[in-house]
Structure formats: C-alpha cells, structure tokens
C-alpha cells in the first residue's frame, strides 16, 4: 500500500464521497464557525486533505487566499465543479500532499480537518505542514483518533477492511500520542477543544501555533 494506492481509493470512492451527509452536523458547524473566528481577512490560508470542498467554499471568503489541497483527483474534479457554480475569489484547488508543497510558500494558517490520521509518516507531515507555516502562524485540525474507539476498529476491522480495498490507510493513535507528536514537531498548543455533539471526544480539535 502507498500514497498511489491511497488516491485510487479515494478516487473510486469519490462519488459516494460527495453523496454523503456529515455523521455530526452539528459538531462540523461548531468547528467552522471556530476556524472563522481564528482566520483573518489578510491570511493566507492553506486546507490539507479538502475532500470534494465543501469546507473550503465555507471559510474562503473571510480570507485573502485559500488553497485547497487533496491527494485525490476525483475529489478535486469535484471540488473544482463546485467552485464553478459557486465563484469565490481567491480560492483555488489542487491535487497535492503537504509533502509536495514547496516551504517556502509562508501560510498563515493550514488546516487539516479528518486529515493526519490519513497519513503515512505522521512526524514528518507534522514537519512539513510546521515548514509551510510562516513565523506564528497556525495549524488547526480535527482528527479521529481511533485508538480511542472500539479497539476492535481500528485493531481488528480496519485492517480487514484494508485487505479487501473497502478503507483506505488509517493510522490508529489516541489524542494523547497525536498532542505529544504536534508538540514534539515544534508547535505550540493553544487549544484542544471537544466539538463533539453527542458521543465521546474522538476527533479532537486542536489549535497549534508555529514556535
């Protein structure tokens, strides 16, 4: 399995993808209007893992630019109908990894909402998403960390499910281990919030800044 593999999942998946509807609505629309507050008008604004753009078309309008970016190309043929329906100046998409992002673009923020745990090298992501950073600038995510669900998912199920193509890869890693490898990668938490509607904390939302 590779990031090759990877995109072809999320390529053949990416129609029932967009058909989808968000598992905790309310939960989503708490993170966004979280993520507005922390963005400003003059903020250059990199998303990681944008899916079909949904999150994009929500936030790019309070910022100078926005950049979304995703390993699929099925989901950013989407993404780009969208934007075509719904014309929002200063965003644009692209299919791309962090890894693939020259450092020295200088964002104010990037955003990676049910990204890292979709990633092979965790640390090194972490490095490269802290090198697109400018001096202060912020890293926002929410991530599902499945080592706190049902060991059974993510120990058991998921691997299953890899074998016979129905998941792509999924790192399985608690909240703790994701806090202490964002500040192992040189960031500054400034907030771990709980944006969960119902349930148990899952996918916290953290607010990190470039040190």
Not at 122 to 142: C, D, M, Q, V, Y
């Amino acid at each position: 399995m590779s990031n090759v593999s990877d995109a072809r999942f999320w390529d053949r998946t990416s129609g029932r993808y967009a058909r989808s509807t968000i598992a905790d609505l309310a939960g989503y629309e708490r993170s966004l209007e979280r993520t507005r507050g922390l963005l400003k008008p003059q903020d250059r604004v990199l998303e990681l893992g944008c899916g079909t753009g949904s999150t994009a078309l929500r936030l790019a309008d309070g910022v100078q630019s926005y950049l979304a970016t995703d390993i699929s190309t099925g989901m950013i043929a989407i993404a780009e109908q969208k934007l075509t329906a719904e014309a929002i100046p200063g965003l644009s998409f692209r299919v791309a990894t962090a890894e693939a992002l020259a450092p020295e673009t200088g964002f104010d923020a990037v955003l990676g909402f049910s990204y890292l745990h979709l990633v092979r090298d965790l640390p090194g992501t972490l490095e490269h998403i802290r090198n697109l950073l400018a001096e202060g600038g912020l890293f926002i995510s929410k991530t599902p960390c499945i080592g706190d669900m049902n060991p059974l998912v993510g120990y058991a199920a998921l691997p299953v499910m890899r074998a016979l193509r129905l998941a792509p890869y999924a790192a399985v890693f608690r909240a703790a281990e994701l806090k202490e490898r964002v500040s192992a990668a040189g960031f500054q938490i400034v907030d771990v919030e709980n944006h969960a509607s119902r349930g148990k904390n899952w996918r916290p939302y953290i607010v990190a800044r470039k040190a």
